[in-house]
């Protein structure tokens, strides 16, 4: 099963944020033994990135984001994915944007906390996900 995560899901992985980090560690884990093949769209890493340099050093950051690649490819966004992002009807252009790669990238699923996100196919919550299905 191949799933996307969006950034604030994989945030709470790294970060370790309460009380989200049960459920987005279980995801990562899954993707480390295989069961599950992870992606995040190139633009997703950047905020990422630039999220996590706020509170850690450069290096810190930057061997987060080793890590990452080591679970996760990342997908790449290019100027026909933003301009296809631009007309669909979503408030936030960033989850048009992972909505669009993940499409194209044949995702079965996209894993965000977002509310307005998970109103759109294929969106789906971390706990949810993980009850879905039989891991």
Same mark, same amino acid.
């Given at each position: 099963?191949?799933?996307?995560?969006?950034?604030?899901? !994989?945030?709470?992985? @790294?970060?370790? +944020?309460?009380?989200? &980090?049960?459920?987005?560690?279980?995801?990562?884990?899954?993707?480390?033994?295989?069961? %599950?093949?992870?992606? !995040?769209?190139?633009?997703?890493?950047?905020? @990422?990135?630039? !999220?996590? +340099? &706020?509170?850690?050093?450069?290096?810190?950051? +930057?061997?987060? %984001?080793?890590?990452?690649?080591?679970?996760?490819?990342? !997908?790449?966004?290019?100027?026909?994915?933003?301009?296809?992002? /631009?007309?669909?009807?979503?408030?936030?252009?960033?989850?048009? /944007?992972?909505?669009?790669?993940? &499409?194209?990238?044949?995702?079965?699923?996209?894993?965000? +906390?977002?509310?307005?996100? /998970?109103?759109?196919?294929?969106? @789906?919550?971390?706990?949810?996900? %993980?009850? /879905?299905?039989?891991?």
């Amino acid at each position: 099963m191949k799933i996307m995560l969006d950034t604030n899901v !994989v945030l709470d992985a @790294i970060a370790a +944020r309460e009380p989200f &980090r049960k459920d987005t560690d279980a995801i990562f884990a899954l993707i480390g033994k295989n069961i %599950l093949t992870g992606y !995040v769209t190139a633009s997703s890493v950047t905020d @990422i990135y630039y !999220v996590l +340099r &706020r509170k850690l050093s450069d290096d810190t950051c +930057r061997k987060a %984001l080793w890590h990452l690649f080591d679970l996760f490819s990342a !997908v790449p966004v290019f100027q026909e994915d933003c301009e296809e992002a /631009l007309g669909v009807p979503m408030e936030d252009f960033e989850d048009a /944007l992972i909505y669009v790669c993940a &499409r194209k990238s044949g995702v079965d699923y996209i894993v965000t +906390r977002d509310e307005g996100f /998970l109103k759109t196919n294929n969106a @789906i919550s971390p706990s949810d996900f %993980l009850a /879905l299905a039989p891991f």
